[in-house]
């Protein structure tokens, strides 16, 4: 027993039961005006800063750029690995 970890609190518990105390929380901010909605524009928003950020990294772009459309070979389908899923 020394060398397993013991798990307690929210380990215990199932992914169901965090599921569930998740939910839980997120209507009860709700209902107390605490929660956020974020919509479509809050969504175009956020994404337009996290652009203009990364853009700024000239190297990173250069680095993202060289690889065109490269892609792993782990990263390609084929239409047979969809038929089986």
Do not use: C, N, Y
């Not at 027993?1 to 215990?12: E, I, P, S, T, V």
């Not at 000239?58 to 390609?76: L, T």
């Amino acid at each position: 027993m020394a060398d397993k970890k013991r798990r307690w609190g929210f380990a215990l518990l199932t992914p169901e039961q965090r599921k569930e105390i998740a939910r839980k929380g997120g209507r009860a901010a709700q209902k107390r005006g605490h929660a956020h909605r974020f919509g479509s524009e809050d969504a175009r928003e956020a994404g337009k800063k996290g652009g203009a950020k990364v853009s700024q990294d000239r190297a990173h772009m250069a680095r993202i750029g060289a690889k065109g459309g490269r892609v792993r070979p782990s990263d390609r389908r084929t239409p047979r690995d969809e038929e089986e899923e």
